[in-house]
């Protein structure tokens, strides 16, 4: 599946998944609506026809009271008026049936009783008999009209309370729906946030990868394996296969490469030695006398060829090296005696640049070390060199040797020009030279450092540096005491310290 393909589907589920909530709350709202109408539709509707039913018995009850006190012809119409008014609102209230079905064929009932009982009323009004009117009326239709008003009370009270019913039963479900579509939420935030992170995951860790097999190979590591199978049907498959194929070239470029400088090294070799040869025979007078300036350019030629010779012999040593032909041969080492070589031949030109020069010794350090005396000896004496051609006048550099854990430590520091931290990571590569070369008064080859780190990973250890400009450098070499005798050419990284 490709890489679009994945995100797209991932977006998809996301989406999907975000859906349900909203589902369950539209669910939820549908219910209240349906519960509502109900409301609506029954409940609203049966107060309003049971508020005309009470407005109905009043006016019953008044025209009642007034009709023995006018001829029939006027009060009977409006107490029949009333009477039918308050049936026909009995049968509508009828209607809506379930709970107020008994009630409602009681209210029906009472309103039979005073239909039944006008005509009664009628003939006693009628024959002017006032007891007669007196008992219809307190007999028949004011029973008949109380027992109407106690139906009307009782439907009142059971809409009421089926009403309270349904709005408590809409509350519950509003509730009910509200902590469901939370829930709902955070479980689905929390598989969406899963998904998510799967998806992330399925890109970073292949960008890591590579990203981690790039900074290896511009370490000059081309062997270093990538953790991304270049058989894999998607984009980072194909910048896998395009990655091992690059390796593999600029493997070949840097074999080549330094192959050249092998042979182009031995090649230099023998006419520089020649070349000595013939300079140190003219100097020693073989071909002749030599006149004072012949004498002065024979010397400068001398000093330009070993200047050449030792830049040969330097890449030889990084030929060796990078190809796997470099060898240490470690040896029983007494650490006293190897620090008291370096302090006495760094003593001199410590005087003769005004340079003050500190060795110090920590505590628990081993009293021999296996080392290659003779390749650490050009390691630690290289970076002597460069922190005394770095550091002006009244400047201090230290030697400092110091126990760390299982390994000896050493550390060269200066308060030279110091190195800026963008170029701290480069300084170990070949011919890289940095900014800080103007502070010299001669610039160097830019080998002696990367000649430096093959050696101390020959050793087992490594090295590290830290600077920062305008303060000063620390070089500090971490070796085991016991080297192992192996060959070169392994491309571990470089560690960089932080800048002070």
Not at 68 to 73: A, G, Y
Not at 305 to 331: H, T, W, Y
């Amino acid at each position: 599946m490709t890489l679009r393909a994945r995100l797209t589907l991932g977006f998809l589920a996301i989406a999907a998944l975000l859906l349900i909530p909203l589902g369950m709350s539209i669910d939820a709202l549908r219910s209240v609506r349906e519960t509502t109408a109900e409301l609506e539709r029954s409940d609203f509707s049966a107060s309003l026809v049971l508020g005309q039913a009470i407005r109905a018995l009043e006016t019953a009850r008044e025209k009642e009271q007034v009709y023995p006190l006018f001829p029939d012809s006027v009060a009977r119409g409006p107490l029949l008026a009333a009477i039918d008014t308050l049936g026909i609102r009995a049968d509508s209230l009828a209607i809506f049936g379930g709970e107020l079905q008994p009630a409602t064929d009681a209210l029906r009932e009472a309103v039979d009783s005073m239909r039944a009982a006008m005509p009664a009323y009628r003939a006693a009004s009628l024959a002017e008999n006032t007891a007669a009117m007196d008992s219809v009326s307190e007999q028949r239709m004011r029973p008949a009209l109380a027992r109407a008003e106690g139906r009307l009370q009782q439907i009142g009270l059971t809409l009421e309370g089926r009403a309270r019913r349904l709005a408590s039963d809409a509350t519950k479900q509003v509730s009910r729906a509200t902590d469901t579509a939370l829930w709902a939420l955070a479980l689905v935030v929390l598989l969406a946030a899963g998904v998510a992170i799967q998806i992330t995951h399925s890109i970073s860790r292949p960008v890591r990868e590579l990203e981690r097999g790039l900074e290896a190979v511009a370490d000059g590591d081309f062997d270093r394996p990538l953790g991304i199978s270049a058989t894999r049907d998607d984009e980072f498959g194909r910048l896998a296969s395009s990655y091992h194929e690059m390796a593999r070239r600029l493997a070949e470029l840097d074999k080549l490469k330094a192959e050249f400088v092998s042979v182009a090294s031995h090649e230099l070799k023998t006419p520089i030695n020649v070349i000595l040869g013939y300079l140190q025979l003219l100097e020693e007078g073989l071909y002749g006398p030599l006149t004072p300036r012949q004498h002065e350019v024979v010397a400068t030629l001398t000093a330009q060829g070993q200047g050449l010779a030792r830049l040969v012999q330097q890449l030889l040593d990084v030929s060796r090296f990078e190809a796997g032909g470099g060898r240490i041969d470690p040896r029983e080492v007494r650490l006293g005696a190897f620090v008291d070589e370096l302090e006495s031949a760094f003593r001199v030109l410590a005087h003769q640049r005004e340079v003050r020069f500190t060795v110090l010794l920590g505590e628990g350090l081993p009293e021999t070390v296996y080392w290659d005396a003779d390749r650490m000896s050009e390691v630690v004496g290289n970076l002597l060199s460069n922190a005394f051609k770095f550091t002006e006048r009244g400047g201090r550099v230290d030697l400092e040797v110091v126990r760390a854990a299982e390994n000896v430590q050493l550390v060269v520091r200066d308060t030279g020009a110091g190195i800026p931290a963008e170029q701290l990571p480069h300084v170990f590569r070949k011919f890289y030279q940095a900014d800080n070369q103007t502070a010299a008064s001669l610039k160097g080859t830019g080998l002696g450092l990367a000649i430096a780190k093959e050696i101390v990973e020959a050793h087992g250890g490594q090295i590290t540096v830290d600077s920062t400009p305008g303060v000063g450098t620390e070089f500090a070499i971490e070796l085991p005491v016991r080297a192992s005798r192996r060959h070169t050419g392994a491309h571990a990284p470089i560690t960089v310290g932080a800048a002070r």
